[in-house]
């Protein structure tokens, strides 16, 4: 596991990339919009990223340990599905023990 983010950072991109809107992440998390967009800023200093989605591709390949660019960036985009459940399901299916 990287430690590069806080606990608070990782929170905020799991719940980024299973859906929910940064309105929806300050409301669920008791902080105000500027703080959660303060995060995501910080987010991408951090991890060097150019937009949200690299931050997100970023934080899957160094936490998750998976990363399938186009395909995440389609689901991201097109078909807001939990990439997380995703991720840890391809995982599962092929790399069963």
Do not use: C
Not at 3 to 14: A, P, Y
Not at 53 to 71: C, F, P, S
């Amino acid at each position: 596991m990287n430690t590069l983010l806080s606990k608070t950072e990782k929170q905020i991109l799991e719940m980024r990339i299973s859906g929910s809107s940064r309105k929806e992440i300050a409301s669920n998390l008791f902080r105000s919009e500027l703080t959660v967009k303060t995060h995501f800023q910080n987010i991408q200093k951090k991890t060097k990223s150019k937009d949200e989605i690299d931050m997100v591709l970023w934080y899957l390949k160094t936490e998750k340990g998976i990363v399938i660019a186009v395909l995440t960036i389609a689901l991201i985009l097109v078909l807001k599905v939990d990439l997380v459940k995703l991720a840890e399901t391809i995982t599962t299916s092929f790399f069963k023990p």
